[in-house]
């Protein structure tokens, strides 16, 4: 089955770039999408298929897919970004939906 | 504006039964797959099911196969899982979510979800 994973935190000053992997063999040949959560509250998708920015998302945040390794990048991180981040695949072959384990972002 | 209003949470004994609803509004309903997808306290987001908009494909997660049924009624714009035989483990917080696609793709909207919690 579809496994994707994720480290279980990344911690990162304000102001610098955040990087969270989603990591699966041959990932690069599905469309990946982004989720934030933050406490209390439903997940918010941040990017869709890959690399694009839905509406009313911040230009800070953008993602690559590549190989076996898709990567949801946070520039210029603020406050606010503190949150848990996942990664989530449509499984054709099983016509599952995948979600990565999540990743803490912590803002120190 | 979308809205999905999840309903039907609660605290149930193991083995019994319990139906979810999710009512839906602002946007087509019966154009759009639609998914349930739970989060037990503290853990990440697991994915339980989905629907075709005519509720003609079904699919669900090993955990819950055989035991759960997602179906829904386009006429009254309202998502179901009915669950049965519920383990301590299905305790969780349910969301219903929009598919931007007929199956798959990702999740546009989700509602603020149900708290299910099994336990005698």
């Known amino acids: 089955s579809y496994v994707l994973t994720q480290p279980p935190s990344v911690s990162v000053a304000p102001g610098q770039t955040a990087r969270i992997p989603c990591g699966e063999n041959?990932?690069?040949?599905?469309?990946v999408h982004w989720y934030q959560q933050k406490p209390g509250q439903a997940p918010v998708v941040v990017i869709c298929y890959d690399s694009d920015r839905p509406s009313g998302i911040p230009e800070r945040f953008s993602g690559s897919n590549s190989g076996n390794t898709a990567t949801l990048t946070i520039s210029r991180v603020e406050a606010g970004d503190e949150a848990d981040y996942y990664c989530q695949v449509w499984d054709g072959s099983s016509d599952h939906v995948v979600f990565g384990g999540g990743t803490k972002l912590t803002v120190l | 504006q979308v809205q999905l209003v999840e309903s039907g949470g609660g605290v149930v004994q193991p083995g019994r039964s319990l139906r979810l609803s999710c009512a839906a509004s602002g946007f087509t309903f019966s154009t759009y797959g639609m998914h349930w997808v739970r989060q037990a306290p503290g853990k990440g987001l697991e994915w339980v099911a989905v629907?075709?908009?005519?509720?003609?494909?079904?699919y669900y997660a090993d955990s819950v196969k055989g035991r759960f049924t997602i179906s829904r009624d386009n006429s009254k714009n309202t998502l179901y899982l009915q669950m049965n035989s519920l383990r301590a483990e299905d305790t969780a917080l349910y969301y219903c979510a929009k598919s931007v696609e007929r199956l798959g793709g990702y999740f546009d909207y989700w509602g603020q979800g149900t708290l299910v919690t099994v336990s005698s």
């Open positions: 041959n990932i690069g040949s599905k469309s």
């Open positions: 629907i075709s908009y005519f509720g003609n494909n079904k």
